[in-house]
C-alpha cells in the first residue's frame, strides 16, 4: 500500500509537471486527467473512499469534459506535445527542480502516517468521510447556502459575459 | 443589463466582502473573496469592449491566482500547525506566503502590474467600485493577520509601493492610470505604517476611499478620461473644476486638505519608531506623486484647450447625473483635516 | 514534512509557475489554475483525513463547488476573449499596455 501511494504521489507531481510545462491545451487537459486519477488513487490510499468518488465523477466527470471540449475548439494543426523542443526543457527543469527540492529535504522526512481515517471504525456504522460530508446537509448548512448562491451567481455572470451586444469581431447573437 | 441581474451582482459583490469580514476561518474568508471576484468580472465587460473584456480577463487571472495561493498557504499552515483561524497564522512560510499573496491581490508594488491595465479598460463607476470597495476585503485579511507578519516584508512592500506609484505615474496620459498609480503609492503609505499602528492603517484607507471617490466622480461628471479633456472641464463645470484641482492636490497630500493628515500621522508615527530613513524616503516619494497631481491641476486650472469649446458652454445644459456623492465625497476629501484630534481619539 | 505534504505543495508549486511564467493560450492559464485547485482539494481531503477531523470532510466539497464556479467564469471569458480579439492568445490581449 505503502509503495502504490507513493506511486501515485509521484504521478501527482508528474501529471501537474505535464499541465504546467506550456504543451498545448490539448496535452494540458490529458496532463490534468492523469493527475485527477491519481488524485483519486492518493484519496482511496488514505481511506476517503467517498472523497475520491467524488472527485472521479465531478471533476473527471464534469469539468475536464468542458475543458477537453474547449481545448478542441481551440485546436491548433501542429500541436506540441512534449517532446517538442520548446517544451521538453520546461519538463525537464521542472522534474529537475522537483527532485532537487526533494533532496533539500531528504533525511527530513518522517513518517507521520499512512494512517488511513476509520482508526475507530468499531464503533461506526459509515465512513469518516461519508458522515463528514453529511454534516454540510445538518450543520454546515450557511456553507451550502453560500455554494448555492455562488452557483447561481455564476451562471448569471456567464450569461452577462457570454451573450451581449454587437462588439468585438466575431458575434453570432 | 438587466436591472434584476444588475441586482444580484450588486448584492453579492456587498456580500463577499461581508463574508471575508465576519470570517474567522482561511476557508470562509477565501470564499468571500472569491464571491467578490466573481460578482465584478460581469460589471467589468460590461460594455463589451475588446478593452473592457481584455481588462476583466486581466483581472479575473490575478484574482483567481491571488485567492488559490491564499488557501494554499493557509493549507500549510493548517498542515503544519493544525489550525485554520485567521489570527493565529504562525507558520513563517504560510505568513510569507499570504503576504505576497495579498499583496498581489491589493496590487502592491511588486505585484502591481495588472492594476492601471484593469483600471484603463473600466469605465468610471466601476474603477471607482475596484479601487475602494475591492480594496476592504484584502485590508481585513491583512489587518488580522499583521502581529504575525515579517516587518521586513512590509516595510518593503511599502517602500517599493510608494516609489512605484510615485515614478510610474510620472509618465501617464490616461487619467484612469494616474489614478491606479496614486492608488498603488496610497496602498504603500497604508502598508509601510500597519507593523506600527494599524488603526493609522484604516485611517489611510478610509481618507483614501473619500478622496479617491471624490477624484473619480469628479472624473465621471466632466466625462474626462484623458488630460487634455481636463483642459476643457472647466465649460463643464466651472465651479467643479475649481474644487476638483484642490481634491486633486488632497491626493497629493498638501497640509490644509484631508490628504495631509494620515501622511502627517503616518511620518510621525515612523519618526516616533525611530525610522528615519524610512520616514524620509516615503515623504520623498510623495514629492514624485504630487508632480503627477500638480500636472493634472495645470491642465485643469491653468490652460485653456485651442479649440472653440467655451463657445458652446456646456454647463448651461441641464445635467442628469445625480451631483449628491460627488459634493458629499468632494467636501469630506477638502475639509476634514480639523476632525483629526476626534478621528485619533476615536481610533485607539 | 510528509511525503504527502511535499507532493501536494510540489503540486501547486508546478501549476503556480506554469500559471506565471509562459503561457501562451488562456486556456492553458486556466488549465493550470485548474491543476492548483486539485492540488488544494487533495491537499484539504488528505488533511481531513490523516487528522481524522472527520467533520471537516465538507471543506472539500465546498471548494469543488467554487473551482466549479471558477472554472465555468474563466470558460465564459474564454469565450468573450474569442470573440472580442478573435484568437485565445495571451499575446493579443496587448490593448491596455503603458
Known amino acids: ?173 | 443589463m438587466n436591472p434584476y441581474v444588475l441586482a444580484i451582482l450588486i448584492a453579492s459583490l456587498g456580500m463577499g466582502t461581508t463574508i471575508t469580514f465576519a470570517s474567522s476561518h482561511w476557508l470562509l474568508a477565501w470564499m468571500g473573496l472569491e464571491i467578490n471576484t466573481l460578482a465584478i468580472i460581469p460589471l467589468m465587460s460590461k460594455q463589451h469592449h475588446p478593452r473592457a473584456v481584455e481588462a476583466t480577463t486581466k483581472y479575473f487571472l490575478t484574482q483567481a491566482t491571488a485567492a488559490a495561493m491564499i488557501l494554499f498557504a493557509s493549507t500549510t499552515n493548517a498542515w503544519v500547525t493544525g489550525t485554520w483561524n485567521i489570527a493565529q497564522l504562525s507558520d513563517p512560510t504560510a505568513v510569507a506566503l499570504i503576504s505576497i499573496a495579498l499583496a498581489l491581490k491589493m496590487g502592491l508594488a511588486p505585484a502591481h502590474f495588472w492594476l492601471p491595465e484593469v483600471l484603463q479598460g473600466l469605465d468610471l463607476t466601476t474603477g471607482l467600485i475596484l479601487s475602494t470597495w475591492q480594496k476592504l476585503a484584502p485590508f481585513a485579511l491583512i489587518i488580522q493577520i499583521s502581529p504575525n507578519m515579517h516587518p521586513a516584508i512590509l516595510t518593503a512592500l511599502g517602500l517599493c509601493s510608494t516609489l512605484v506609484g510615485g515614478w510610474g505615474g510620472l509618465n501617464q496620459t490616461q487619467l484612469r492610470k494616474i489614478l491606479a498609480y496614486s492608488s498603488i503609492a496610497h496602498l504603500g503609505w497604508m502598508i509601510i505604517v500597519l507593523q506600527f499602528a494599524p488603526q493609522l492603517t484604516l485611517l489611510t484607507l478610509a481618507t483614501y476611499i473619500v478622496m479617491t471617490s471624490a477624484a473619480f466622480l469628479t472624473l465621471k461628471a466632466s466625462s474626462s478620461t484623458k488630460i487634455n479633456t481636463l483642459a476643457t472641464a472647466w465649460t463643464k463645470a466651472p465651479s467643479l473644476a475649481a474644487l476638483a484641482t484642490l481634491s486633486l492636490l488632497s491626493l497629493g497630500g498638501l497640509p490644509p486638505l484631508t490628504g495631509f493628515m494620515p501622511k502627517w500621522l503616518i511620518l510621525q508615527e515612523l519618526t516616533k519608531q525611530s525610522l528615519p530613513l524610512t520616514a524620509t524616503i516615503m515623504a520623498l516619494s510623495a514629492l514624485l506623486s504630487l508632480y503627477f497631481y500638480l500636472r493634472l491641476c495645470y491642465a485643469m486650472a491653468l490652460t485653456i484647450a485651442p479649440n472653440v469649446n467655451n463657445s458652446s458652454a456646456p454647463w448651461q445644459l441641464l445635467s442628469t447625473q445625480s451631483t449628491l456623492p460627488l459634493a458629499l465625497t468632494t467636501v469630506a476629501a477638502l475639509a476634514l483635516l480639523p476632525a483629526t484630534p476626534a478621528v485619533l481619539a476615536m481610533l485607539t | 514534512m510528509t511525503p504527502v505534504h511535499f507532493s501536494f505543495s510540489s503540486a501547486f508549486i508546478l501549476g503556480l509557475m506554469g500559471l506565471a511564467f509562459h503561457r501562451t493560450h488562456l486556456l492553458s492559464a486556466l488549465l493550470c489554475l485548474e491543476g492548483m485547485m486539485l492540488s488544494l482539494f487533495i491537499a484539504l481531503s488528505l488533511w481531513s483525513l490523516q487528522l481524522e477531523a472527520t467533520g471537516y470532510s465538507a471543506a472539500p466539497m465546498l471548494l469543488l463547488a467554487f473551482s466549479a464556479c471558477e472554472a465555468s467564469a474563466g470558460l465564459a471569458l474564454l469565450v468573450a476573449t474569442a470573440r472580442t480579439h478573435g484568437t485565445d492568445r495571451l499575446q493579443n490581449l496587448n490593448l491596455l499596455q503603458c
Open chain 1, 1 to 173: 500500500m505503502t509503495y502504490l501511494v507513493s506511486l501515485f504521489l509521484f504521478g501527482l507531481v508528474v501529471g501537474l509537471v505535464a499541465v504546467a510545462s506550456n504543451p498545448a491545451p490539448y496535452f494540458a487537459a490529458l496532463g490534468l486527467v492523469v493527475a485527477a486519477g491519481v488524485g483519486c488513487g492518493v484519496l482511496i490510499g488514505h481511506g476517503g473512499l467517498f472523497l475520491s468518488l467524488v472527485l472521479f465523477l465531478i471533476y473527471l466527470g464534469g469539468m475536464l469534459v468542458v475543458f477537453a471540449y474547449s481545448a478542441a475548439l481551440a485546436a491548433e494543426p501542429f500541436p506540441e506535445s512534449w517532446v517538442d523542443r520548446s517544451v521538453i526543457w520546461y519538463v525537464l527543469v521542472y522534474l529537475i527542480g522537483v527532485v532537487a527540492v526533494a533532496g533539500l529535504f531528504w533525511g527530513g522526512w518522517y513518517e507521520s502516517s499512512w494512517v488511513v481515517v476509520d482508526g475507530l471504525k468499531g464503533f461506526f456504522v459509515l465512513r469518516g468521510d461519508v458522515s463528514g460530508v453529511a454534516l454540510m446537509y445538518s450543520f454546515g448548512g450557511g456553507m451550502l447556502v453560500v455554494c448555492a448562491w455562488v452557483l447561481l451567481l455564476t451562471l448569471f455572470v456567464v450569461l452577462e459575459l457570454t451573450r451581449g451586444l454587437s462588439r468585438g469581431a466575431l458575434r453570432a447573437v
